[in-house]
Structures are given as structure tokens and as C-alpha cells.
């Protein structure tokens, strides 16, 4: 089970941290990966980080911006948003795949198996 928390209305050019917290198997057995669905649009790929950490990567339109992080001992991944601007405004959601890092395909939403509930960002301008 998964739990995204931390969203909210925020002005443009400020920063925002979402966190996920999981439950049920070992969370270190899992990838972890953020997407979000802006309005009216499909889900779309955020960030995704591999289960020690050592692997991430960033959809194009966040890298520089967005840093993904976990703690396994907290049982936590985080999404840190920086300059954020109105075109981040979306559900933001985490997600846990359990078949293992596959950095060509951890953009793809059809590989994380678990997804929690989102939670709404809103930048106004």
C-alpha cells in the first residue's frame, strides 16, 4: 500500500516535497517511481529511483528541477520540486515495481504493479 502526501497550492518559481510512504512487503524490493496526470491530460512520467538508490532518472521536462530520493529505513520515497512553474500542476502520483530496474523501461507506468492514491499539485502563476 502506498500513501502520497504533501500536495497542495503553491505560487510559481517556489519549491515543493512530496513523500510516499509504503507498507506490506519489503520496501527496499521495489522500484520507486513518481508520475502525474496533468488536467485533462494522460498520466505521464516524473522520476524513478532503483531500490538502493543507486540508479535515477528524470523525464525530460523535470531533470534539473525534481530531485527523487528514498529512505529504506523510513520506508519513504520523496519527490523534491523546485522552480515550479504552472505547467507541474498535476496529480502527482508514487508507484513500486517489483521486477527489478530497467532503466529503459522505467518510464513506462504499465511496469509498476502498485500505485497510490495522488495527490494534487496546483502552481498558480
Known amino acids: 500500500q502506498l500513501q502520497a502526501s504533501g500536495g497542495g497550492v503553491v505560487q510559481a518559481g517556489t519549491s515543493l516535497t512530496l513523500s510516499c510512504a509504503a507498507s506490506?512487503?519489503?520496501?527496499?524490493?521495489?522500484?520507486m517511481g513518481w508520475f502525474r496526470q496533468p488536467p485533462g491530460k494522460d498520466r505521464e512520467f516524473v522520476a524513478a529511483?532503483?531500490?538502493?538508490?543507486?540508479?535515477?532518472i528524470y523525464a525530460d521536462y523535470v531533470r534539473g528541477r525534481f530531485t527523487i530520493s528514498r529512505d529504506n529505513g523510513q520506508i519513504r520515497v520523496y519527490l523534491h520540486m523546485n522552480n515550479l512553474g504552472p505547467e507541474d500542476t498535476a496529480v502527482y502520483y508514487c508507484?513500486?515495481?517489483?521486477?527489478?530496474?530497467?532503466?529503459?523501461?522505467?518510464?513506462?507506468?504499465?511496469?509498476?504493479?502498485?500505485w497510490g492514491q495522488g495527490t494534487l499539485v496546483t502552481v498558480s502563476s
Open positions: 508507484a513500486a515495481d517489483g521486477s527489478g530496474w530497467n532503466r529503459s523501461r522505467q518510464g513506462n507506468y504499465e511496469k509498476y504493479t502498485y
Open positions: 506490506g512487503r519489503p520496501f527496499e524490493s521495489f522500484v
Open positions: 529511483i532503483s531500490n538502493a538508490g543507486g540508479n535515477i
